[in-house]
């Protein structure tokens, strides 16, 4: 079959490109198959593995360059996640988000060490390069800069299109050369923009499969004395759809004199996205507004990565983001799919907040894992209260609003309210939440100071009624046994809160392990096989009239709960870890019967041990 390629007859350099009805486009196969479905998992086993790399191996030719571990799709071109590890001995793959597949799904690579994608179209083509539609309809590849380059034809960051091109909507459609489905904007330089600017605004869709990839070349920043409230940096409204912003190796959106101490004092905003199906990633954001610790509450307005009501179908991983009020904050009307992965945050007072906009509101399919939040929360705090502290926050504050989610393999060390006076709710913060599973999750307080956070995890219902959270195998550490609480249940309660279980959970060198205000542990359904060490009490209660309650271990099994719980030394190390005679180790309960679906993630540890099918849990 003739492959109908571009030019064959140069015998020094011929150009072996697909042409547009090449019988090659779209005709090559799968590289291996899934050994099993899957429904909302992480856990994909294949029939192969070789094929693929997790971004931790590479030969000695590959050091001193990025390794990004490989994305694959799973049965279909748009099921698309990154790889977190690789089990070779098993042909397992743990993935970095959940997605769904049939048994013997084809599974194909979709972006390669080098962050490149490398699959469009229904299937890989056969060849050494994928079809390139540049002739006949959207660009695939254009480059941009602050201002025209050599030639200006965009083939290149030597010869970049000038930003203008970018934002200007007649320069996007499905036409030859424009902005459209399957194209890669490359960005090139250094862009500088005037105080409260906007640089990139998004005028079109990409496709199903097809997104318009938005990607920063190697030593691309973005730079602005402060950047544009209303737009941020970079900004896409109007419905528009499948759009990804890709940091490459070392992307940077930053403010350059914004802060309490410095020349502006602005509120500023990195990336506002009014779209659908948005893909942030690798990208740092830092130094919108860097904060001084005069407890005031400038800066309150700040967000690194804001997506505003009538998004859906939102991922933001492997980011670095800082120096703002809120990092990144999803506000919701009819939320389904969200995505909020692997991303280093630091030096905010929300770090993490996915809230509904109005009544009736909802989300599902909310998945917070494997991000690393803190230490910095105190500096943004006000002694007017008007901002308070929350690491992960997920609400449905309005009547008739409901969220579910699922919070896990998080890592949060934090100063919250190391400083008296100050507003800090908690480092994990469910309000209203339904279902809700938070599991694997270290947090750690940090202040030796002030009043520390209400406790660790905070479940409130000022709304709506939170019910059936759910508490698995989270390390809690707090400070000297005297603060703060571990699990929190908290006023206000509209219409009550019910269905709380509390099991595998280590709390530590806390004040209340269990605190419940104010209706007498009525809320929780279960509380077992959990180690209270060095925690002043077990549990407290401010329920009913009079003082509050206070119980050690064997008053708080004697309210009926912890039948198999502990106070014993829990031994951990410097990571966290259960050493040799800890008291945790062999105490958990089984809990294999939950890992279906979402819950999947739950079968394995924080590190990615799989968890034992049978016996105790640790």
């Known amino acids: 079959i003739n492959p109908v390629l571009t030019q064959t007859s140069s015998l020094i350099l011929p150009d072996l490109h697909l042409q547009s009805d090449s019988p090659a486009i779209d005709s090559g196969t799968f590289l291996t198959q899934a050994v099993g479905a899957g429904d909302r998992s992480t856990a994909l086993t294949v029939a192969d593995a070789q094929y693929f790399q997790d971004g931790t191996g590479g030969a000695a030719m590959a050091r001193g360059v990025t390794l990004f571990a490989d994305w694959i799709a799973v049965g279909q071109v748009d099921n698309a996640v990154p790889i977190q590890s690789v089990d070779y001995q098993t042909n397992r793959m743990t993935l970095a988000a959940p997605l769904s597949w049939e048994d013997g799904a084809k599974i194909w690579l979709y972006k390669d060490s080098s962050g490149r994608r490398v699959l469009y179209g229904s299937a890989p083509d056969i060849g050494a390069f994928e079809f390139s539609a540049t002739g006949s309809g959207p660009a695939t590849d254009l480059y941009i800069a602050q201002v025209d380059a050599g030639s200006a034809d965009g083939t290149s960051c030597a010869n970049a299109k000038a930003v203008s091109f970018f934002n200007t909507a007649g320069n996007w459609g499905s036409g030859a050369g424009q902005i459209g489905p399957g194209t890669t904007v490359h960005l090139c330089g250094t862009f500088t923009g005037t105080a409260g600017s906007n640089m990139l605004t998004v005028q079109g869709s990409g496709a199903s499969g097809h997104p318009v990839t938005v990607l920063f070349e190697a030593g691309a920043v973005f730079k602005a004395p402060y950047w544009s409230t209303t737009d941020g940096a970079i900004s896409c409204a109007g419905g528009k759809n499948y759009i990804t912003i890709d940091g490459g190796t070392n992307g940077l959106i930053t403010a350059t004199a914004n802060g309490t101490t410095l020349a502006n004092q602005q509120q500023s905003v990195g990336i506002k996205m009014g779209c659908s199906n948005v893909e942030i990633e690798n990208l740092t954001i830092n130094h919108l507004y860097v904060r001084g610790a005069t407890h005031q509450s400038d ?146 307080h940090e202040g030796a100071t002030g009043t520390g956070p209400e406790a660790l995890i905070v479940i409130r219902g000022n709304g709506n009624p939170p019910t059936g959270n759910r508490i698995y195998n989270n390390t809690m550490t707090g400070v000297n046994g005297a603060k703060p609480n571990g699990i929190k249940v908290a006023y206000p309660l509209v219409g009550g809160a019910s269905g709380m279980v509390y099991e595998n959970n280590l709390y530590q060198k806390l004040g209340n392990a269990v605190l419940s205000d104010p209706d007498n542990f009525g809320a929780i359904t279960i509380s077992d096989y959990n180690d209270f060490y060095n925690a002043s009490y077990a549990a407290a209660d401010n329920g009913g009239p009079g003082p509050p309650n206070f119980f050690s271990i064997a008053g708080w099994q004697g309210q009926g709960f912890d039948a198999h719980g502990t106070a014993g030394d829990a031994k951990l190390n410097g990571a966290y870890v259960p050493q040799a005679g800890s008291a945790a180790i062999g105490l958990g309960t089984n809990l294999t019967s939950l890992c279906t679906g979402s819950l999947a993630p739950l079968c394995t540890d924080k590190n990615g041990a799989d968890r034992p099918a049978t016996g105790a849990w640790a």
């Open 299 to 444: 800066g309150n307005k700040t967000s690194a990565i804001l997506f505003a009501t009538g998004s859906d179908h939102v991922t933001v991983h492997h980011c670095v983001l800082s120096d703002a009020r809120n990092l990144i904050f999803v506000a919701y009307s009819t939320l389904t799919d969200a995505q909020i992965y692997d991303n280093i945050l630091d030096h905010s007072s929300w770090m993490i907040v996915v809230g509904d906009n109005n009544i009736n509101n909802y989300a599902t399919g909310v998945a917070i894992h494997d991000n690393a939040l803190g230490p910095h929360f105190d500096e943004w705090l006000d002694s007017a209260q008007t901002m308070h502290c929350d690491g992960i926050m997920l609400f449905s504050a309005n009547s008739g609003s409901s969220i579910t989610g699922l919070v896990y393999n998080n890592d949060v060390h934090g100063d919250m309210c190391s400083t008296s006076g100050m507003n800090c709710t908690g480092y994990i913060y469910l309000d209203g939440d339904l279902n809700t599973a938070v599991f694997n999750n270290i947090l750690v």
